[in-house]
């Protein structure tokens, strides 16, 4: 019989294995790594990349979270059982934007006394803590079972080959030839078991890539401690042994909040309800779960010592540079007010935002019509309502809704309790304006000079069923240098004063009835040097 060598049996099945698996790290040496005791100073066999980030994986309960303009005071509690002496507890998995200054820990249960607190650098000799060597044994076992995976695909392939063999084997001329239905019963056998066995090594190189998904953490745990967080050791000198329960302190970058605000018009009651809302962001990689939530105004200050001031001093630049100075620390100079928040909340260490609501006030309102047609031919409303809160606002965006319609936002400045707010609620539909060139006439006079003189009308319809008064605003050039010159003609109703006397600014306050219109005409000359007759043309539209 003639046998044809099958290029199968000249494969490294072992090899092949391991390439089937796909793993991201060397199973040999991270089997060589784990089965070495641990030393001090290599805690983790160095077999792995570690990928982007690991989530934390706390020991302690999160109670607390303060959150600053700039940054969250956080505090987390522990219970431990504690002989007594000289005992240490650690508070593991702790976020890596930790600032090492806010350390603090006290005791809330038992007799001790806290004699030092220290976050962990994580470098160097690393302690052979228990965490650690649970870790180690947990990928000491997926290991094993990885490696008897590798076993059963290298028996697998071995197994193929053997078919592969007995697919090429031909007979010699000796042997009778197989009748047909031989040869169609043996190729029926050897498609099933083929198939068998493409499914089986599926079904182990999908197991190698979970066991190999679970173990991967484990490696880069052992590999970098803070893989999964930071580690503060407190030091307790521990009287009665016993429960102690100890509180962890710390502030955190990387967290922050805002104020938003809501302002909802009721147009049948007139009555606005101004609603107040933090917007709340933290990527501290640290998960804020069913934490009691404080909001904070103030600036942190690092320190033991009070601030102290010097001159408060004011120039047109703003407040000097010298208003607030803080001994041992640093501060912003703003004043604290500490908004609690209701119930506890969650907040992802991602980057996500959570609304939170905080107050909400409801106050009759005094309303306005405004249109400035030169610029955009609307007529938007207006509702100025006193802020009563017993604190000032903070600056912040307003979104504005008429009903239940969203109807625009804007920014406010800070408000203070008793003063007046003004809020925009979008465009009045019920009242239209148009603004019309009516005529434009162009003289040359003696000396090079260009006199244009130009005419516009503005109308303004209510077409509401109430009677309406509409502030309207509109301006005439303003030259700010000796070779142009601007007079105004006429206007065909008397304008009023604006408050800031800012010139060439004329406002009207027109009456209108319900379905009633009124125009306003308003007539002025620009004279120039004919040079600039076309830039003139071009301004005057």
């Given at each position: 019989?003639?046998?044809?060598?099958?290029?199968?049996?000249?494969?490294?099945?072992?090899?092949?294995?391991?390439?089937?698996?796909?793993?991201s790290?060397?199973?040999?040496?991270?089997?060589?790594?784990?089965?070495?005791?641990?030393?001090?100073?290599?805690?983790?066999?160095?077999?792995?990349?570690?990928?982007?980030?690991?989530?934390?994986?706390?020991?302690?309960?999160?109670?607390?979270?303060?959150?600053?303009?700039?940054?969250?005071?956080?505090?987390?509690?522990?219970?431990?059982?504690?002989?007594?002496?000289?005992q240490?507890?650690?508070?593991?998995?702790?976020?890596?934007?930790?600032?090492?200054?806010?350390?603090?820990?006290?005791?809330?249960?038992?007799?001790?006394?806290?004699?030092?607190?220290?976050l962990?650098?994580?470098?160097?000799d690393?302690?052979?803590?228990?965490?650690?060597?649970?870790?180690?044994?947990?990928?000491?076992?997926?290991?094993?079972?990885l490696?008897?995976?590798?076993?059963?695909?290298?028996?697998?392939?071995?197994?193929?080959?053997?078919?592969?063999?007995?697919?090429?084997?031909?007979?010699?001329?000796?042997?009778?030839?197989?009748?047909?239905?031989?040869?169609?019963?043996?190729?029926?056998?050897?498609?099933?078991?083929?198939?068998?066995l493409?499914?089986?090594?599926?079904?182990?190189?999908?197991?190698?890539?979970?066991?190999?998904?679970?173990?991967?953490?484990?490696?880069?745990?052992?590999?970098?401690?803070?893989?999964?967080?930071?580690?503060?050791?407190?030091d307790?000198?521990?009287?009665?042994?016993?429960?102690?329960?100890?509180?962890?302190?710390?502030?955190?970058?990387?967290?922050?909040?805002?104020?938003?605000?809501?302002?909802?018009?009721?147009?049948?009651?007139?009555?606005?309800?101004?609603?107040?809302?933090?917007?709340?962001?933290?990527?501290?990689?640290?998960?804020?779960?069913?934490?009691?939530?404080q909001?904070?105004?103030?600036?942190?200050?690092?320190?033991?010592?009070?601030?102290?001031?010097?001159?408060?001093?004011?120039?047109?630049?703003g407040?000097?540079?010298?208003g607030?100075?803080?001994?041992?620390?640093?501060?912003?100079?703003?004043?604290?007010?500490?908004?609690?928040?209701?119930?506890?909340?969650?907040?992802?260490?991602?980057?996500?935002?959570?609304?939170?609501?905080?107050?909400?006030?409801?106050?009759?309102?005094?309303?306005?019509?405004?249109?400035?047609?030169?610029?955009?031919?609307?007529?938007?409303?207006?509702?100025?309502?006193?802020?009563?809160?017993?604190?000032?606002?903070?600056?912040?965006?307003?979104?504005?809704?008429?009903?239940?319609?969203?109807?625009?936002?804007?920014?406010?400045?800070?408000?203070?309790?008793g003063?007046?707010?003004?809020?925009?609620?979008?465009?009045?539909?019920?009242v239209?304006?148009?603004?019309?060139?009516?005529?434009?006439?162009?003289?040359?006079?003696?000396?090079?000079?260009?006199?244009?003189?130009?005419?516009?009308?503005?109308?303004?319809?209510?077409?509401?069923?109430?009677?309406?008064?509409?502030?309207?605003?509109?301006?005439?050039?303003?030259?700010?240098?000796?070779?142009?010159?601007?007079?105004?003609?006429?206007?065909?109703?008397?304008?009023?004063?604006?408050?800031?006397?800012?010139?060439?600014?004329?406002?009207?306050?027109?009456?209108?009835?319900?379905?009633?219109?009124?125009?306003?005409?308003?007539?002025f000359?620009?004279?120039?040097?004919?040079?600039?007759?076309?830039?003139?043309?071009?301004?005057?539209?």
């Open positions: 019989m003639l046998i044809l060598a099958s290029f199968a049996f000249a494969t490294d099945y072992a090899a092949e294995a391991k390439a089937r698996m796909r793993l790290f060397d199973l040999d040496s991270v089997e060589e790594a784990l089965a070495a005791p641990p030393s001090p100073s290599a805690v983790a066999p160095k077999t792995v990349a570690r990928p982007p980030t690991l989530p934390l994986e706390p020991n302690s309960t999160l109670r607390e979270v303060v959150v600053l303009r700039d940054r969250a005071i956080v505090t987390r509690s522990r219970m431990v059982e504690l002989s007594t002496g000289s240490r507890v650690r508070f593991e998995g702790l976020p890596l934007g930790i600032d090492t200054a806010t350390l603090a820990s006290e005791l809330r249960v038992g007799k001790a006394r806290v004699v030092g607190v220290e962990v650098s994580g470098t160097g690393v302690e052979e803590t228990e965490r650690i060597t649970i870790v180690r044994t947990d990928a000491a076992e997926l290991t094993g079972r490696g008897g995976v590798r076993d059963r695909i290298e028996a697998l392939l071995m197994q193929r080959a053997y078919l592969d063999r007995a697919l090429l084997s031909a007979s010699s001329e000796a042997r009778p030839a197989p009748t047909l239905d031989v040869v169609k019963t043996t190729y029926s056998w050897l498609g099933d078991t083929e198939r068998d493409a499914s089986k090594l599926r079904e182990q190189e999908t197991l190698a890539q979970e066991l190999g998904e679970k173990l991967e953490p484990l490696l880069v745990k052992l590999q970098d401690p803070r893989a999964t967080g930071l580690t503060v050791r407190v307790l000198d521990v009287q009665a042994a016993g429960p102690v329960t100890l509180a962890l302190r710390y502030g955190v970058h990387g967290a922050s909040w805002t104020p938003a605000y809501s302002a909802r018009m009721d147009e049948d009651s007139r009555v606005v309800r101004l609603e107040t809302h933090a917007l709340v962001r933290q990527y501290t990689g640290e998960a804020w779960t069913d934490a009691e939530l909001l904070s105004t103030a600036s942190p200050v690092v320190g033991g010592a009070a601030p102290t001031v010097n001159a408060w001093v004011l120039d047109e630049h407040s000097g540079v010298g607030l100075v803080v001994a041992n620390g640093q501060s912003g100079g703003a004043g604290a007010r500490v908004f609690p928040v209701e119930g506890r909340r969650s907040i992802a260490g991602d980057g996500s935002e959570v609304r939170i609501p905080l107050t909400a006030q409801e106050a009759p309102a005094s309303f306005s019509l405004a249109t400035v047609p030169r610029v955009t031919p609307e007529v938007f409303r207006s509702a100025q309502v006193a802020w009563s809160g017993d604190a000032p606002l903070l600056p912040g965006a307003v979104a504005s809704f008429v009903g239940g319609d969203y109807v625009g936002s804007a920014l406010i400045g800070a408000v203070a309790p003063e007046p707010l003004m809020l925009g609620f979008g465009v009045e539909d019920r239209q304006v148009s603004r019309q060139l009516l005529s434009r006439r162009v003289e040359h006079l003696v000396g090079g000079r260009v006199r244009t003189t130009v005419r516009f009308r503005t109308t303004v319809h209510n077409f509401g069923r109430t009677a309406q008064t509409v502030s309207l605003t509109d301006q005439v050039p303003v030259s700010q240098v000796d070779k142009i010159t601007v007079n105004l003609i006429e206007s065909s109703l008397p304008s009023a004063p604006r408050p800031d006397g800012a010139p060439g600014v004329l406002c009207w306050d027109l009456p209108l009835a319900a379905g009633a219109e009124q125009a306003i005409e308003l007539s000359s620009v004279t120039a040097p004919r040079e600039l007759q076309a830039q003139m043309l071009d301004m005057l539209l």
